[in-house]
C-alpha cells in the first residue's frame, strides 16, 4: 500500500538503533510530496504501527525532535529541510503544523541547565511534541546571574579563561547544540527563510530585548546558548547580520542560555579565526552599541578577547575605539598581560610537573571545541606572543607583579609552558613593572612562585625525557636481544 504514495520500506523505517527518524530523512529529500505523504500516511503504512504507541508515532510528524543527548543528535523536520536548502519542504512542515522554532523547549532547557548558572525551583514543563504549544513556568533568583563567582568557580579547571569549566559540553566537538529553526537559517544564510520563519511564529523575544537576566517564562530565545546574529558573524554572512539588524535584534545580546560561556556579537566577531572585522566595523558604527559591554559572570571584555588572538594589529585596530585600559580586569582576575601569557591549549602546559598541573587551570583558547591534549590543537607563536605583550606594556598599564585570584603572575603562566618563551619571561623580569622581583617573590595560592614552578618543569621534564629514554633503550635491547635468538633458532 505504501507504493501508492511512493514511498519505501526504507523510507518508513522509525529510525531504531541509531538512525534518523523518517520525518527527519523525508525533510531533506528533494520532492515534497514524499514529505508531505509520510506526514500524512507514514505511521499508519508503518510495519510497528499501533494506534496506542505514541512514541514511535512522534518519529513520523512534522515536530520530530531528535534528542538523544548521549549522541550528541539535535535535529527535526524543519532544522533538517533549512540545512538542506530544502524550501518546498519548509513549507509543507508550517502547513502540517511544525512549530516554527524547529526545536523541543525542554530539550533546550535541558540542554542549558548545566551552563545556566541557575537555581530553577518548581520548574513545571509541558511539552508536548504533537502540539506546537510549549509552556514553561519557573519560579527563580535572578540574582544568580549577575553576582560574584564562588571560590569553587575560580578553581576549577581546565577551563577557558572566558567560561566555565562545563561549557562547552565534552561531546562538542562531535555535536551540533540544539539550536531554532532562526539560527539555523541564519547559520545557512538564507534570508528568505529566515522570513518564512519569522512570519510563521518563530519566538525571537530575548534576542530583541536581551533582559540582563532571562525572563520568568521561558521562551526558546531565552534559552538558547546562541543567536541568529552570532551565527550569521560566525558564518562571515554580512547580509544577514543587517537584515538581522535591521529587525532590531540587539547588537548588545547576551545568550543567557549559556550564562557561564555567553560572548557578545562584538566579543563573537573578534573571536572568529580569523577575527571578522567586517562584522565589526558594522556592529561599531551602531549608535546603541555598547563597546565596553562585559560578559555576566566571567565580566570578560572585548579587549580580552582581541588580547587572546595575540595579534597586535587586531589590538591596534580595536585600541582605535577602545583604549586598553578600559579593559581592567576579569572576575578571575586576569589582566590583558594574563591573558597574553597564558597558554593556548592543555597540550601546551608541561604536565610532567605537578606544581605546574596544580597552578595553571585556565587556557588562551577562543575555540569551542574541548579543551585538547594533543600537540595537534594548535600552538602559541612564540614571537607574535612577545609582541603582543610588548604592545600592551607600551599602552595600558598593565604590571608585571599583578596577581590574579588564583594568585598567579603573567610569569607564573610563562613558566609552565612544555617549550618556554625564554626571551619573553627574560623581558618581563627586566621590564620597569617590578617583574624582577615578582619572579621570586610573588606566591601563588598554593604557596608557589613563577621561579619555583620554573625549575620545577625543567627539572621533572628532564627526568621524565632520562626516563623514556632508558625506555626507548631497554625496548630497542629487547627486540635485538629476540632477533638474534630468533635467527640462533633458525640456524639450528
Given at each position: 500500500?505504501?507504493?501508492?504514495?511512493?514511498?519505501?520500506?526504507?523510507?518508513?523505517?522509525?529510525?531504531?538503533?541509531?538512525?534518523?527518524?523518517?520525518?527527519?530523512?523525508?525533510?531533506?529529500?528533494?520532492?515534497p510530496r514524499l514529505l508531505e505523504a509520510l506526514l500524512s500516511h507514514g505511521w499508519q503504512?508503518?510495519?510497528?504501527?499501533?494506534?496506542?504507541?505514541?512514541?514511535?508515532?512522534?518519529?513520523?510528524?512534522?515536530?520530530?525532535?531528535?534528542?538523544?543527548?548521549?549522541?550528541?543528535?539535535?535535529?527535526?523536520?524543519?532544522l533538517r529541510a533549512i540545512e538542506s536548502g530544502q524550501s518546498a519542504n519548509i513549507s509543507v512542515l508550517l502547513r502540517a503544523g511544525a512549530d516554527p522554532n524547529g526545536q523541543s523547549l525542554r530539550l533546550m532547557y535541558d540542554y542549558s541547565k548545566p551552563f545556566a548558572r541557575s537555581s530553577y525551583q518548581n520548574v513545571r514543563i509541558q511539552d508536548r511534541e504533537f502540539n506546537v504549544q510549549t509552556n514553561v513556568q519557573l519560579d527563580r533568583n535572578a540574582a544568580v546571574y549577575t553576582e560574584n563567582m564562588t571560590r569553587a568557580e575560580i578553581e576549577e579547571g581546565p577551563a577557558r579563561f572566558w567560561a566555565g569549566k562545563a561549557f562547552p559540553?565534552?561531546?562538542f566537538g562531535a555535536m551540533n547544540e540544539p539550536m531554532t529553526a532562526m539560527e539555523m537559517a541564519a547559520r545557512k544564510g538564507s534570508i528568505e527563510v529566515l522570513r518564512t520563519i519569522l512570519t510563521a511564529g518563530a519566538d525571537c523575544s530575548f534576542w530583541l530585548s536581551s533582559p540582563p537576566s532571562p525572563p520568568l517564562t521561558l521562551s526558546h530565545s531565552a534559552l538558547s546558548?546562541?543567536?541568529?546574529?552570532?551565527?550569521?558573524?560566525?558564518?562571515?554572512?554580512?547580509?544577514?547580520?543587517?537584515?538581522?539588524?535591521?529587525?532590531g535584534f540587539n547588537p548588545n545580546l547576551l545568550p543567557l542560555g549559556a550564562t557561564i560561556g555567553c560572548l557578545s556579537p562584538l566579543m563573537t566577531a573578534l573571536a572568529c579565526e580569523p577575527p571578522n572585522i567586517e562584522a565589526c566595523e558594522i556592529l561599531s558604527s551602531l549608535g546603541d552599541i555598547n563597546m565596553d559591554l562585559r560578559s555576566p559572570i566571567y565580566r570578560i571584555h572585548a579587549l580580552h578577547i582581541a588580547t587572546a588572538q595575540l595579534s597586535v594589529s587586531l589590538l591596534r585596530y580595536l585600541s582605535e575605539k577602545l583604549p586598553l585600559g578600559r579593559a581592567?580586569?576579569?572576575?578571575?582576575?586576569?589582566?590583558?598581560?594574563?591573558?597574553a601569557c597564558l597558554p593556548l591549549e592543555l597540550s601546551e602546559i608541561n604536565l610532567s610537573s605537578s606544581l605546574i598541573t596544580t597552578s595553571i587551570t585556565r587556557v588562551r583558547t577562543l575555540s569551542r571545541r574541548p579543551i585538547?591534549?594533543?600537540?595537534?590543537?594548535?600552538r602559541t607563536s612564540l614571537s607574535s606572543q612577545i609582541d603582543t605583550v610588548n604592545y600592551i606594556l607600551?599602552?595600558?598599564?598593565c604590571s608585571v607583579s599583578e596577581q590574579d585570584e588564583l594568585g598567579n603572575t603573567a610569569l607564573h603562566y610563562l613558566a609552565s609552558y612544555a617549550d618556554l618563551n625564554e626571551p619573553l619571561i627574560t623581558l618581563l623580569r627586566s621590564s620597569e613593572n617590578d617583574g624582577s622581583n615578582s619572579w621570586n617573590t610573588s606566591r601563588n595560592q598554593w604557596g608557589q612562585t613563577a621561579e619555583e614552578i620554573y625549575f620545577d618543569g625543567k627539572n621533572n621534564a628532564n627526568v621524565e625525557m632520562d626516563r623514556r629514554f632508558t625506555e626507548s633503550e631497554r625496548r630497542?635491547?629487547?627486540?635485538?636481544?629476540g632477533l638474534w635468538r630468533g635467527r640462533g633458532r633458525g640456524r639450528a
Open positions: 500500500m505504501a507504493d501508492q504514495y511512493g514511498l519505501t520500506e526504507a523510507d518508513l523505517e522509525p529510525g531504531l538503533d541509531g538512525h534518523d527518524f523518517p520525518a527527519v530523512r523525508m525533510a531533506g529529500n528533494a520532492n503504512l508503518s510495519p510497528f504501527y499501533r494506534p496506542d504507541n505514541l512514541g514511535l508515532a512522534m518519529r513520523y510528524g512534522p515536530n520530530a525532535y531528535m534528542k538523544g543527548t548521549s549522541d550528541g543528535i539535535y535535529d527535526s523536520p524543519l559540553p565534552p561531546l546558548v546562541s543567536s541568529p546574529l552570532h551565527a550569521a558573524i560566525e558564518e562571515r554572512n554580512t547580509e544577514m547580520l543587517k537584515e538581522l539588524l535591521s529587525y581592567g580586569k576579569t572576575a578571575l582576575g586576569h589582566t590583558l598581560l594574563h591573558i585538547s591534549r594533543s600537540p595537534d590543537s594548535g607600551s599602552n595600558s598599564h630497542s635491547r629487547n627486540r635485538r636481544g
